[in-house]
C-alpha cells in the first residue's frame, strides 16, 4: 500500500518535471528509421537517463518494453511506468536474469517491438557500457 502511493507521487512529480522541461532529442531519425524498419528497436540508455528516454518514447505513442529489476524499491518506479503504458520485463543483473533475458529474446522477435535498456547497469561505472545488450541483440 505504501508503496502504491509513494508510486502516484513519484509520478506526479516526475510528470511535472517532464513537462516542464525542454528535451533536445538527438539521432530522433534514426529511431525513427528503425521502427519503420522491419527489425525490431532497442534502446539502450545510459542508467541515469533512463527514464527521460521512456518518459519521450511513451509520449510519443510508442509500444515499448522496458526492463526493469525486480527489488521492492524497483516497484515504486514499475507502478508508475505501467501508468504511463509502458509494458515491463522483470529482471536484473542479480535476480531473474535468465528469465529476462529469454523474454527479451522473444520480444525481440516480433519486429514491432521496441526495448529500453540500461546498457551501463544500476552498479557502474556510469555511462560505460556493458557486454550484455549487444549479445541479446544479435
Not at 17 to 26: A, E, G, L, P
Not at 50 to 60: A, M, R
Not at 88 to 101: Q, V
Request: glycine share 4%.
Amino acid at each position: 500500500m505504501k508503496n502504491s502511493i509513494l508510486s502516484y507521487f513519484v509520478q506526479i512529480i516526475l510528470n511535472f518535471v517532464f513537462k516542464t522541461s525542454k528535451f533536445n532529442v538527438h539521432g530522433e531519425q534514426y529511431l525513427k528509421d528503425s521502427i519503420a524498419s522491419d527489425c525490431p528497436t532497442m534502446v539502450c540508455v545510459w542508467h541515469s537517463r533512463f527514464l527521460y528516454s521512456v518518459y519521450f518514447l511513451q509520449d510519443n505513442n510508442y509500444d515499448i518494453w522496458a526492463l526493469s529489476s525486480t527489488h521492492k524499491d524497483s516497484e515504486i518506479l514499475a507502478k508508475a511506468l505501467i501508468r504511463w503504458k509502458v509494458n515491463l520485463i522483470r529482471g536484473s543483473s542479480t535476480r531473474g536474469w535468465k528469465n529476462a533475458i529469454i523474454e527479451m529474446k522473444k520480444k525481440l522477435e516480433d519486429s514491432n517491438t521496441i526495448i529500453a535498456i540500461t546498457n551501463d547497469g544500476p552498479k557502474g561505472p556510469p555511462k560505460i557500457a556493458k557486454p550484455g545488450s549487444v549479445k541479446i541483440s544479435n
